[in-house]
């Protein structure tokens, strides 16, 4: 396994590690809380890892390598979380046999907390989604899809909190606008939200009503677009406040490490996506002291 080093090494980076006036190397001596945040996507079903003669990816990825990683991980850090930011689904023939079972039940086997959605998750229409989620043992969150008039109703939530180690973290997830994109036969009355506006209200509900310490964004709206108009996560952290990070997918976005974003506090929040296919799992490592949020890294790993 390659490893990475995201943050480390870059003037941008040193700002956000040094945040409370700590630098990296006195955080760590003096660190009391460690939460680690592990993510994947557009994994799109890719359950085996790639064959060794591939021209773009020889010998990477494979759902069991990851399992294994992730499992490593743990064990150095208790205090993880595993998320995944949409497009689970089409891409291999275990797709179009399975229609998801297989994705999910490894999912829950590796014990991924929550997902998003992606566009290619209604591939099998609203029917096919719901027809597997007895397979998920991981929640579901898309705060800017209305599923109100559909099956999946009350199947996916805006967002959910976790306790860990004493840190209250709070997730939420965001979707792409489907219409010309998804076949309308497919998400049927799904209504899609202004993500932006719904981020900042979900984002503000986090901080100031549930009290999180950390709010992170799993986000299908992808990495940036030349279109000033269209929503992706460039715009979405400069345009919003309380938002720690933003874990991204729907591009397939290669990041070497995550980008800082000056939110429209001027606060720095982190946006990282690891590509496709399952080849990289993401990692970023926040510290605490005293219940408040004084650094952060991270690592990309090839799986």
Not at 83 to 97: E, H, K
Not at 200 to 212: A, F, G, N, P
Not at 226 to 254: M, V
């Amino acid at each position: 396994m390659e490893r990475r080093k995201f943050i480390s090494g870059t003037a941008a980076s040193a700002a956000f590690i040094g945040i409370g006036g700590l630098s990296m190397n006195s955080c760590q001596n003096s660190r009391k809380k460690h939460i680690t945040i592990l993510h994947t996507n557009d994994v799109h079903s890719h359950i085996d890892p790639f064959p060794k003669n591939h021209s773009d990816y020889p010998n990477l990825g494979g759902l069991a390598r990851r399992a294994s990683l992730v499992d490593q991980i743990r064990k150095e850090n208790p205090n993880t979380l595993l998320f995944d930011a949409g497009d689970i689904f089409q891409g291999t023939p275990y797709f179009n046999f399975y229609g998801g079972e297989l994705e999910f039940k490894l999912m829950s086997m590796l014990k991924y907390d929550a997902a998003t959605i992606g566009n290619h998750d209604f591939d099998n229409g609203l029917n096919g989604l719901y027809a597997q989620l007895p397979y998920a043992t991981f929640d579901f969150l898309s705060a800017n899809y209305d599923f109100t008039n559909t099956l999946m109703d009350s199947h996916v939530q805006p967002f959910k909190t976790y306790m860990v180690d004493g840190i209250k973290i709070g997730v939420f997830g965001l979707g792409i606008e489907l219409a010309g994109l998804v076949t309308k036969k497919l998400y049927q009355e799904t209504v899609y939200l202004d993500p932006i506006e719904i981020a900042q209200d979900i984002s503000r509900t986090l901080k100031e009503e549930e009290k999180c310490d950390l709010i992170i964004c799993l986000s299908h709206l992808g990495y940036q677009y030349q279109n000033p108009q269209k929503p992706d996560d460039l715009k979405l952290a400069a345009r919003t406040e309380n938002i720690d990070l933003i874990i991204g997918g729907h591009t397939h976005t290669f990041l070497d490490r995550p980008t800082i974003v000056n939110n429209r506090k001027n606060e720095q929040i982190l946006i990282n996506q690891v590509g496709c296919f399952g080849i990289n799992l993401g990692r970023i490592d926040f510290y605490f002291d005293e219940g408040k949020q004084n650094s952060a890294d991270g690592v990309s790993i090839k799986v």
